[in-house]
Structures are given as structure tokens and as C-alpha cells.
């Protein structure tokens, strides 16, 4: 086991467990979706688009998706400029307390989540603006945030600061420069963190449950909701919404950013 | 083909005479100020979060009125301290951030290394989906799949049906919050890993092959301890992530294993004592962050150096 052939079944049999770990779950829900029985049942009892087409019908799931899609986008959409002028200002400028606002702006990741939510959920309760679905968007955006002003950071980190001087040698004025270039140079970082932002938002739970009521419930939280009921396969098909988001989100990451990004060392 | 018209330039610039206006030349040294502010303002919504329950944790819930008191107490903290409850919660949920830490970074050590080391592109690019995809599934819908997988006619006990085993309870325990934990931990840590072990080179192992280690040896004595920030940013965001996690023990617990976040979750909700709820969170809270910060001062802030994004 010490030569190299030990080296490989060692190291390859672990990973292939994790493989397998990870995999699991997402494979059997597909599966599942696709069964015509009243059940999920092993060995699954025919195969049948049935229970996507019960979906379509069912009133709870469809407007919890839309109002998922609207909480998602309203995180999203608020992010981005908060981001993309964090992003610059954190690289571009130097702060006076710059290491504690760096600690600051860390804050929604070093919080644990039911702690900020709750806190979100006194406050807005305070300000009377709990029960509205557009503050579940707002309070998305707040726990996520430190993604979005990575993506852009890491943009910023990797355009030329000559090109702006450039830009302002040639007459072009501070706004100017801004819009035509700067921006388009770190279009990709932004497009970047803009869909970790939606993607996140659009799975995130426990936030969402302590901020929604029965008339706003998300669809994770819907999801959840019909678990402690009765286990049918229609939950399946949703989730097989969710797998198909997530590997769309996936390519498009890859096409963007590349995922090797992420084997780059520090 | 029109033609631009010729003082196109002008709406642009009445933006800019607009901005030079409101932020003058001469204070341009402070522009990353009114950048910065935004983010300031966004999670300072947070921050007026903390302050609420900070608030409520000092004030007793009054049984008449269910509502809190106007008094300031320690009494909710005391409340904690006494009941065994909610230190066998704590430990509980202690226990499980140990365990969970530990197989995660065993199971990701291995498959961050093949992912650094393999050849291949196509097995580079499939090892990677294969942690992304459960991250951007979602905690609920994944949870959901392993009811399916280890419920009492789920997958396992079908199979085990077929050998003439009876079922087992495989849901509803510890057992199956820690191992749902770990499912969900693992891409974390693989991700956190994958710099540390990127950044050694493969000369190094050669190096020591070449002076007779085995590969243990050289695993052990070489990469690990150069891979040592990656370990420490693992282990430190694993071991948070499930000393406060909600979702896991909620759905594959099924009340029966409820960590801190659940318990703070029913004072609200089940047992509607805001102030009891406050006070576990500033608990929890506290508990973390003394964790994190004792292993940043033993071990060093590894890749989670905030620094370093700066560079």
C-alpha cells in the first residue's frame, strides 16, 4: 500500500466515495420525478411525466416560484451597484480604517445566519415592514453581499490601472472613464457575483422562513413546508427545477470565469 | 445610416460637470468614502439586527402580558446557564461540529489533492461539477433527497429488503444529521483546500520521494503541513457552518436532535420567549467567535486572511 499503486487506490477510492455522497441525493430525486405511482417507491413503478404535470397545477408550488424569482431578483438588482462601488472602493482607494471595514463588510459571513435573521426579523417587525416580500430581498442581499464584492474585487484586481490613466491622458473625465472603461473591463466579474447573488438567493431557506409568513412563503420554504407533511413525488419534480437551475448556473460560470478559477493558489 | 449627431457628447458631460459639482475636485482623495458607503449602509441593517437582540436578551419575558419587561436583567442568561437543556444542546451541537469538521476535511483532503494533481482535463472539470452543483442545489432540496434515500422505504432499506434484512431507522438521529452535515461540508472544505494545494509544487513530493519516503510519509510530513492555511480556513468555516446550521438537523433530526439555531428558533416560535431566543443567540454567537478567534491566535488566520484580497 506504500507504492504508487497504493497511492492511487488510496486516493482515488476516497474521492469516488465523496463522488458518490455528493451525487446520490441529486440522481435519486431525478429518478423519483419520474415515477407514475402515488409513491416513491424502490424499485420506482413506471415511468411517467405525471407528477411535472400535477405541478403545473398546484397553485402553492407556481406562486412560490414567482415569488422566489422576484425575492431573487430584487437581491440581485440591489447588489450589483452596492458591489460594484464597494469593489472599487476597496481596491482602488485607500480607506482610513480599511482593515476594520474589511472586518465590517465580513460581517453577514462571521454572523451565523439564524442570528442576522432574527435580527432582520425584529427590525423589520419594528419598522413595520415585515410581511412584505420586497424586505426578504433586501435582507438576501445583506447576507450575501461579501460574494458579490469579491467577484468584483477580484475584476478589479486584474485590470490595469494604466488603461483608466490612459483613458484621462487622452481627455476622457472621471465618469466617462468610468462607463467606458472600467466597466466594461470588469463586466465579467460583475456578471460573475450578479449570478452567485440570484442563484444564492433563490435557494436560501432560513432567512426566508423567519421573514415569511403563509401569503409569502418562498419556495424553499415550500418545499420544506410540504416535507413535514407527507412525502409525494411532486416535491421530486420541483427539485428537479432546482437541479436543472443549478447545473445551468454551473455552465455559465464556466463559460464566464472558467471553473479551474477556483484551483488558482493564493 | 443615420448619423450621430455631432454633439452627442454633450449628456455626458453635463453628468460630469453635475458630478464635479457635488463631489469637488479638491475632496477627491475621500471618494472612496461615498463608494464604500452603500455596503456600509446595507449591512449595517444587520447590525441594527444584533442590536435588537441584544436588547431583548436583557429583558425577561412577563407571563402575564407574554410580552417582554421593561426591566434590564441578566435573568435570561441565567435561565441558560441553569437548565440542562440547553447545555446538552450546546454539547450536542459542539459534538457534531467536531465530528463533522473532522471526516469533511479527511473526505476533502484526498479529493482536492487528485482534483490539484489528475492530468486530465475532462476529470478536472467533472470533479469540480460535482461539488458546485450539490452548493447550488440548496440545503432543503438536498435533505430531501436523503429522506428519500434513508427513509423506511427509502432506497437503503429496499436494497437491504431484497438481502431479507429487516429496516433499519435510519432517519430521525444524530447519525443522520451528522452524516447529512457532512455531505453539505464537504464541498466547503474542498474549496477552501484547493488554493493551499494548488500552491505546492509537485517537485517538493518528488523532492522527497527521491530521499526514500513513501507516499504516506511524504503526505504527512510534505503536503500537510504546507497545506497547513488551507487546513486551518477549512476547518474553522466547516466547523462554524455547523455549529450554527439550521436546516440539517431540522429536516434529517426531525426534532428529536435539535442544534443551537433550532432551539433558538422554537424560544420564538414554539415557546414565544423572545428574550430566552435573544439570549442563546448572543450565546451563540459569542461561542463562535471565541472559537474562531482562539484558533486564529494558535494557528494563524490561514487562507482567510482578509488581507491578502487586497494584494
Not at chain 1, 90 to 112: E, H, K, W
Not at chain 1, 248 to 259: F, K, N, S, Y
Request: proline share 5%; net charge neutral; glycine share 8%.
Amino acid at each position: 500500500m506504500t507504492g504508487r499503486r497504493g497511492k492511487a487506490i488510496v486516493m482515488w477510492t476516497l474521492t469516488l466515495t465523496s463522488v458518490v455522497m455528493l451525487g446520490l441525493p441529486t440522481i435519486i430525486i431525478i429518478g423519483a420525478s419520474f415515477t407514475s405511482g402515488d409513491m416513491i417507491r424502490f424499485p420506482p413503478q413506471g415511468l411517467s411525466l405525471r407528477w411535472y404535470g400535477e405541478l403545473l397545477g398546484e397553485v402553492a408550488f407556481r406562486s412560490a416560484f414567482w415569488r422566489s424569482l422576484y425575492v431573487s431578483v430584487i437581491c440581485t438588482l440591489i447588489s450589483i451597484p452596492i458591489g460594484v462601488l464597494a469593489g472599487l472602493a476597496t481596491m482602488r482607494y485607500r480607506l482610513a480604517f480599511g482593515r476594520t471595514i474589511q472586518v465590517y463588510l465580513l460581517l453577514p459571513f462571521t454572523i451565523p445566519l439564524v442570528v442576522s435573521g432574527i435580527g432582520m426579523m425584529l427590525f423589520f417587525g419594528e419598522i413595520r415592514i415585515l410581511g412584505s416580500l420586497w424586505p426578504v430581498g433586501v435582507a438576501l442581499s445583506v447576507i450575501n453581499i461579501p460574494f458579490m464584492i469579491w467577484s468584483v474585487a477580484a475584476a478589479i484586481g486584474g485590470l490595469d490601472p494604466e488603461l483608466e490613466d490612459a483613458a484621462a491622458n487622452c481627455g476622457a473625465r472621471p465618469v466617462q472613464i468610468f462607463f467606458t472603461v472600467t466597466l466594461p473591463a470588469i463586466a465579467s466579474g460583475i456578471i460573475t457575483g450578479a449570478l452567485l447573488m440570484f442563484i444564492l438567493a433563490f435557494n436560501e431557506f432560513l432567512v426566508s422562513l423567519l421573514l415569511t409568513d403563509s401569503r409569502t412563503v418562498t419556495l424553499p420554504v415550500q418545499i420544506y413546508n410540504s416535507i413535514r407533511n407527507v412525502i409525494t413525488p411532486d416535491l421530486a419534480a420541483v427539485s428537479v427545477v432546482y437541479i436543472v437551475i443549478a447545473l445551468v448556473t454551473i455552465w455559465v460560470l464556466d463559460r464566464l470565469a472558467g471553473l479551474d478559477i477556483f484551483l488558482r493558489s493564493r | 445610416m443615420k448619423q450621430a449627431p455631432a454633439n452627442s457628447w454633450r449628456p455626458i458631460d453635463a453628468v460630469e460637470a453635475v458630478v464635479s459639482t457635488v463631489w469637488p475636485r479638491r475632496w477627491r482623495d475621500k471618494i472612496g468614502w461615498p463608494f464604500i458607503a452603500p455596503a456600509l449602509l446595507l449591512v449595517g441593517i444587520l447590525v441594527i439586527g444584533l442590536g435588537y437582540i441584544i436588547q431583548d436578551s436583557l429583558h425577561e419575558l412577563d407571563i402575564a402580558t407574554y410580552r417582554l419587561g421593561d426591566d434590564y436583567t441578566l435573568a435570561n442568561y441565567g435561565i441558560l446557564a441553569q437548565k440542562t437543556v440547553y447545555r446538552t444542546v450546546i454539547g450536542r451541537t459542539l459534538l457534531a461540529a467536531a465530528i463533522v469538521t473532522g471526516v469533511s476535511l479527511f473526505l476533502a483532503l484526498p479529493y482536492a489533492y487528485v482534483l490539484t494533481r489528475t492530468s486530465s482535463s475532462a476529470m478536472r472539470k467533472f470533479l469540480l461539477v460535482a461539488i458546485f452543483l450539490p452548493f447550488f442545489i440548496g440545503q432543503v432540496v438536498r435533505a430531501y433527497g436523503w429522506l428519500i434515500i434513508l427513509g423506511a422505504k427509502g432506497l437503503v432499506n429496499s436494497l437491504l429488503g431484497l438481502l431479507g434484512i429487516a429496516p433499519l431507522d435510519l432517519l430521525f438521529n444524530y447519525g443522520a444529521v451528522i452524516f447529512g452535515l457532512i455531505q453539505y461540508m464537504v464541498p466547503f472544505a474542498v474549496l477552501l483546500l484547493l488554493p493551499a494545494l494548488a500552491a505546492i509544487p509537485e517537485d517538493v513530493e518528488l523532492a522527497s520521494e527521491n530521499l526514500g519516503a513513501n507516499w504516506m510519509q511524504t503526505f504527512w510530513h510534505v503536503v500537510l503541513p504546507m497545506a497547513r492555511p488551507g487546513l486551518v480556513g477549512a476547518s474553522v468555516v466547516v466547523f462554524t457552518l455547523t455549529l450554527t446550521d439550521f436546516a440539517t438537523p431540522e429536516i434529517l433530526g426531525g426534532g428529536t436532535t435539535d442544534f443551537i439555531a433550532n432551539t433558538i428558533y422554537d424560544s420564538f416560535f414554539e415557546i414565544s420567549d423572545p428574550g430566552l431566543g435573544s439570549a442563546l443567540s448572543v450565546v451563540l454567537v459569542t461561542i463562535g467567535s471565541a472559537l474562531v478567534g482562539l484558533v486564529f491566535l494558535a494557528l494563524g488566520t490561514g487562507t482567510l486572511d482578509i488581507a491578502r484580497h487586497q494584494e
